[in-house]
């Protein structure tokens, strides 16, 4: 058996048949309210919205309309967030709608800072950065491996690995949600292998009559890092690989350093220069000479190379021609043979210091 029961609604205020709902939104999006009724005669039915007590005015050229029984707001703004609320009417009375909150969120696209790809070795400390998007209410940051989340404390937003492991290696991404989710650009983590670099000649000494011209030429087995060279450790003297001397003088005799640089990585290889002249016989003996000019901060360690051609089988002895105090000098030898001396610490009244260096009990050379 089946009864038919027929609306009574003639003769009686709306009835709301749907209530609008709590909501968060995004901004900058349309977003529609909807508070749908019945009525006996729609001809008579009228419906008012109102934003925390107050009337919504609307315009069917502005951003807020309302169609369909809804309210619609074309683009949200941060102001259209609050209480909403509708009351619909007829020639019979009136009804109000429950109150529902409006909430916006926002987050920006751009991340502030991502992360980006690195290498690293087992057992290094490293630190993946992150700077959320601005967003309101403030995102919540986490981090991803491989796809999946990662539950490891963080550091303002960085995550740290404090001693690499294999299985650390992989893509790593920074995730930043407050209701609505944004992901940076992936980052990769890989393993660091350590490049080779050479200098040709590959000698870590060349000793070079006064005159003579030198080609030195620097090779990193990884197109990533750039080359420069430095002059004993203080001057860069080129951008690139190849150095060319075409003349040698005794002022650029010393260590050549060529470095390369990645990211965070610098690697090193160095080659003496050591410029002589021989332009005397005494004694029936060839005496060779040269002088450079050290110069070097107080309170820091000093290397100083004898600039005689390299004979394994004779050592080297050293002399301070001008300081007659030298109680106080602390000083070491670098190889067998003492053709590099180590002066500890630099002090004050070390200025104007000349050294020289001689083979021992045969040829004679001053170092200035």
């Known amino acids: 058996m089946y009864i038919l029961e027929l609306c009574q609604c003639k003769n009686h205020p ?8 709590d909501m968060i939104a995004e901004l900058d999006k349309p977003m529609a309210i909807h508070c749908r009724t019945e009525s006996s005669s729609l001809d008579d039915l009228h419906i008012d919205w109102y934003k925390d007590g107050r009337l919504v005015t609307t315009d069917p050229n502005a951003r807020i309309i309302t169609e369909f029984m809804a309210l619609h707001i074309i683009n949200t703004m941060p102001q259209d967030a609050g209480i909403y609320y509708c009351i619909a009417k007829n020639s019979y009375g009136q009804i109000q709608s429950r109150k529902a909150r409006i909430q916006f ?16 070795s087992i057992g290094e400390r490293i630190r993946l950065r992150c700077q959320p998007p601005n967003g309101s209410p403030i995102p919540i940051v986490y981090w991803t491996k491989d796809g999946k989340n990662l539950s490891i404390p963080l550091d303002n937003y960085d995550l740290i690995l404090s001693s690499i492991e294999k299985s650390d290696f992989g893509s790593y991404r920074c995730i930043a949600s407050n209701g609505l989710i944004r992901q940076s650009s ?5 393993e660091f292998h350590r490049p080779n670099i050479t200098i040709q000649p ?12 030198i080609d030195l030429q620097c090779h990193i087995d990884n197109e990533q890092y750039n080359i420069e060279w430095y002059f004993n450790n203080n001057n860069q003297i080129i951008q690139n690989n190849h150095i060319h001397i075409s003349s040698i003088e005794f002022n650029q005799s010393g260590i050549y350093t060529c470095i390369g640089r990645l990211e965070k990585y610098k690697f090193t290889k160095e080659i003496l220069l050591a410029v002589y002249d021989n332009n005397n016989i005494l004694n029936n003996e060839e005496i060779f000479f040269s002088q450079s000019i050290l ?35 602390k000083f070491d030898y670098e190889d ?23 083979y021992q009990n045969k040829y004679k050379q001053k170092q200035g």
């Not at 500890?344 to 200025?351: A, L, Q, V």
């Open 14 to 21: 709306p009835i709301l048949i749907e209530q609008p709902q």
């Open 186 to 190: 992936i980052a990769y983590l890989t």
């Open 202 to 213: 590959s000698l870590s000494r060349i000793d070079l009559h006064r005159g003579q011209s």
């Open 336 to 358: 067998k043979y003492q053709y590099r001396l180590k002066i500890n610490r630099i002090k004050e009244f070390y200025h104007n210091m000349q050294f020289k260096c001689y």
């Open 295 to 329: 110069k070097v901060f107080l309170g820091r360690s000093a290397f100083i190379d004898c600039q005689l051609p390299y004979k394994k089988e004779n050592k080297i002895s050293w002399m301070i021609v001008n300081h007659t105090n030298l109680d106080n000098i």
């Open 105 to 120: 969120l926002k987050l920006d696209k751009e991340f502030l800072i991502s992360p980006i790809s690195t290498s690293a």
